[in-house]
């Protein structure tokens, strides 16, 4: 539960920290992102200015691109990536470092709510403006997480259309299973490291 209210609440420093700082661009790490698959590996070689610990094994990296002025967030599993431990990662900060990622857009799920009452404990004021949301039958939620990864919840509409979240179930909706819910969500590009290593400049 801890580990879900931490999580929670990175996600919504991590919206309003893309709106308000300039540095942050929409753009992509790389030019050639366009050019390949969703999906693909892409390459590059930046300085990590910040290694923030997302709730073991995740950490969320801001990396700079000075030459191009402007930097970019990251998302990294350690369990991914054998070679590298918080140690060896917090060293590395205000150092140059090459490395792999995928993009891709996900569902970020923000807010669950049965009968106009959040199952999370979240006041409306504390939503983003903007969010989507999807209503149906939530499903997916039978047991509580156990452990360090997120399950896999579903909340499908009328229209036989669902949508998948990555989620930390807890005992609120555990009880909401099978039932209509309201799921408020934002489709955010995910980041994510699969190798990196210090380089030299």
Not at 162 to 191: C, H, K, M, W
Request: hydrophobic share 35%.
């Amino acid at each position: 539960m801890k580990l879900h209210v931490l999580l929670l609440s990175i996600g919504f420093a991590f919206l309003n920290s893309c709106g308000g700082q300039e540095k942050q661009t929409q753009q992509p790490a790389s030019t050639e992102k366009q050019e390949i698959k969703e999906g693909d590996a892409l390459r590059e070689f930046g300085l990590l200015k910040s290694a923030d610990d997302s709730g073991y094994p995740f950490y969320t990296v801001e990396i700079e691109f000075p030459e191009r002025k402007f930097s970019e967030v990251f998302t990294l599993n350690l369990e991914e990536i054998p070679d590298v431990d918080p140690g060896i990662l917090a060293g590395w900060v205000g150092k140059y470092v090459s490395f792999e990622y995928t993009s891709e857009v996900i569902n970020a799920l923000l807010d669950v709510r049965k009968n106009g009452k959040s199952l999370l404990g979240v006041k409306p004021s504390e939503l983003p403006e903007g969010l989507k949301k999807i209503s149906g039958t939530l499903s997916g939620a039978t047991n509580v997480t156990e452990g360090d990864l997120p399950s896999l919840l579903r909340i499908h509409d009328p229209e036989d259309q669902s949508l998948e979240f990555e989620f930390f179930i807890t005992p609120e909706l555990v009880e909401a299973e099978g039932t209509l819910v309201v799921g408020f969500y934002d489709q955010r590009t995910n980041n994510r490291i699969t190798t990196i290593k210090m380089a030299k400049k």
